[in-house]
């Protein structure tokens, strides 16, 4: 299986910024998508953002447009999200998820393997 690893969450107040990581054990994901979820205590998973790794297309939640920009380097090895002007309601825990189905889908279930996430929060 692939193994996908996040990092870079942490503790930040309200306006703050933060810029979380994942790191994809094998470069399988050229034609592929690769996403950012998030779960908060009590609540369902919810997609943030997805790319395609082969075409560079994106898609992104309602609730962070404007404020999270989801990206990737050139060999599809990390994928990054960098969040800007966080807000309290930010605060969940973060995974990475990818799949090798052709749209970047928002959906959990359209996704076969999750890393096992960091956590954000905002104060």
């Known amino acids: 299986d692939v193994q996908l690893v996040e990092s870079g969450g942490g503790s930040v107040q309200a306006g703050g910024s933060l810029r979380l990581s994942c790191v994809a054990s094998?470069?399988?994901?050229?034609?592929?998508?690769m996403g950012w979820y998030r779960e908060a205590p009590g609540q369902a998973r919810e997609g943030i953002a997805a790319i395609n790794s082969g075409t560079g297309d994106a898609h992104g939640a309602d609730s962070v447009k404007g404020r999270f920009t989801i990206s990737e380097d050139n060999m599809g090895d990390f994928l990054y999200l960098q969040m800007n002007s966080l807000k309290p309601e930010d605060t969940a825990m973060y995974y990475c998820?990818?799949?090798?189905?052709?749209?970047?889908?928002?959906?959990?279930?359209?996704?076969?393997?999750w890393g096992h996430g960091t956590q954000v929060t905002v104060s």
């Open positions: 998820a990818a799949t090798y189905n052709y749209f970047p889908s928002l959906r959990p279930t359209d996704y076969d393997f």
């Open positions: 094998e470069s399988t994901y050229r034609s592929g998508c």
